[in-house]
């Protein structure tokens, strides 16, 4: 029985080890295959890090940008602050200075003596009245209109004044 329980497991084990032969076959191409899935989806996953770290670079600098912004708009906001002070001292002594003019300019006594009377004519002069034009002041002087003209050069005949005082010719 030895011989044949030998010649029995001699037949089996060739065909054993080419049965196991072929599972690890199939085991390391199972395992080829996974491993090239693997390194397939690693370089995936590689190439999404790389994408995802380019983005994190560009939203980091974005931040670094929306700070500097932001700095130089408080920085703006701060300076017209600032101006509009400024704007706000000037404009308050403007007013106080327009104020203060106006103030003295009501107490100045009125053009013609420093008076606070009715103006008086001088010598050789002659004070403007209501209604009064060129050719009435010269009918009620009895000097011509050229003459009275003539020695008041300055004078705007179309804008006479009430109180107004012209020169009169010299008299001949």
Do not use: C, H
């Amino acid at each position: 029985m030895d011989n044949i329980s030998r010649e029995s497991n001699n037949g089996f084990l060739p065909m054993a080890g080419v049965i196991v032969g072929a599972i690890a076959l199939l085991l390391s191409g199972a395992a080829l295959a996974t491993k090239a899935s693997k390194t397939s989806t690693e370089e995936t996953l590689t190439a999404q890090t790389a994408r995802i770290d380019a983005i994190e670079t560009q939203a980091r600098d974005a931040a670094a940008k929306a700070v500097s912004a932001r700095s130089a708009t408080d920085q703006l906001t701060a300076d017209v602050q600032k101006a509009l002070n400024n704007v706000s001292i000037s404009l308050t002594q403007m007013d106080s200075e327009v104020k203060t003019l106006k103030e003295s300019a009501a107490k100045k006594p009125a053009a013609g003596g420093g008076t606070t009377g009715p103006v008086v004519a001088g010598k050789d002069e002659y004070v403007v009245k209501s209604g009064d034009i060129g050719s009435k002041i010269a009918a009620a002087t009895g000097f011509s209109v050229k003459a009275i003209e003539a020695v008041n050069p300055g004078i705007d005949w179309a804008k006479l004044k009430v109180g107004q005082k012209l020169k009169l010719p010299a008299k001949k």
